[in-house]
């Protein structure tokens, strides 16, 4: 089938479903837009822990692509592939936020960790190092890291909306996917996002480099430490490091505003 053909197909199923809601339109049109979960996977697959499923994630995706057929209205001037990929991409990051890996002991030595960050970065008058937050909890640094880079994903979902597509950022993104939210809610994700972007570009090179690599790129430790030309148990140390600073200052964030 030529370029032309399928094209006239495909409109002839829209013209065909927006009116009447056709099933077999909209089976159609779904099997000719299956590409876009792929397109909006993309790199998120491979920066994510190996407890996720990937079919699974990709069936929240379809399931974003049904909702976006259900709720297009052309009349809004946006390309359907735009607002689609918008959706998908939205359903896959609800369904991760409603995962939890982390057994309750887990949660409690991270919530120490942070306290123990916090109380040494008083003391201090500076950022500690991880070989000091293990010598206070009387851990190695390996099981220091290991606890904050299960916690990654908090990080990685304030960040995910801080990144570019399409030339808008995320955060605006799923605001146009929630238009019934709290305005206050809406004002306080994007100053997140904001915060959130000011503080990573605060980091030392080698961190915000990590950070970058890690969640924008999908590189694997491995990968890095090719980058950064050290081994895998750095990367592990530098990276944790940065994840601990950024959730430090998300808690700040979240700490001052409550105040207000």
């Known amino acids: 089938m030529n370029l032309s053909k399928s094209h006239k197909i495909i409109e002839e199923a829209w013209n065909v479903f927006l009116l009447t809601g056709d099933p077999v339109q909209k089976d159609r049109l779904i099997e000719h837009y ?13 920066t994510l822990p190996s407890y996720i499923d990937r079919e699974d994630l990709e069936g929240y995706g379809v399931i974003g692509l049904l909702q976006a057929l259900e709720r297009f209205r052309p009349e809004a001037g946006v390309r359907f592939e ?3 990929l918008s959706r998908i991409r939205g359903s896959a990051i609800d369904y991760l936020r409603s995962l939890d890996p982390l057994s309750r002991g887990q949660r409690k030595t991270f919530k120490e960790i942070m306290v123990v960050w916090q109380t040494l970065q008083r003391d201090f008058g500076r950022d500690p190092t991880l070989e000091e937050i293990a010598d206070e909890m009387n851990m190695s640094m390996e099981e220091v890291s290991w606890v904050i880079e299960k916690h990654k994903s908090s990080v990685f979902f304030s960040l995910e909306q801080e990144r570019k597509e399409n030339g808008r950022s995320l955060g605006e993104e799923v605001i146009d996917q929630h238009p019934r939210c709290n305005p206050q809610e809406i004002l306080e994700n994007k100053e997140l996002v904001e915060f959130l972007g000011r503080v990573v570009d605060e980091l030392p090179e080698r961190e915000k ?7 924008f790129e999908g590189l694997t ?23 601990i600073k950024l959730r430090s200052r998300m808690d700040e964030w979240k700490g001052g505003k409550d105040e207000e």
């Not at 299956?34 to 491979?46: D, E, H, N, P, S």
């Not at 430790?221 to 994840?243: D, H, P, Y």
């Open 221 to 243: 430790l491995k990968e890095m430490g090719a980058v950064l030309e050290v081994g895998e148990s750095r990367v592990s140390q530098i990276l944790s490091r940065a994840i």
């Open 209 to 215: 480099l990590c950070i970058t690599l890690y969640y």
């Open 34 to 46: 299956l590409y876009l979960v792929k397109i909006a996977m993309g790199r998120l697959i491979y």
């Open 82 to 84: 735009t607002y689609a």
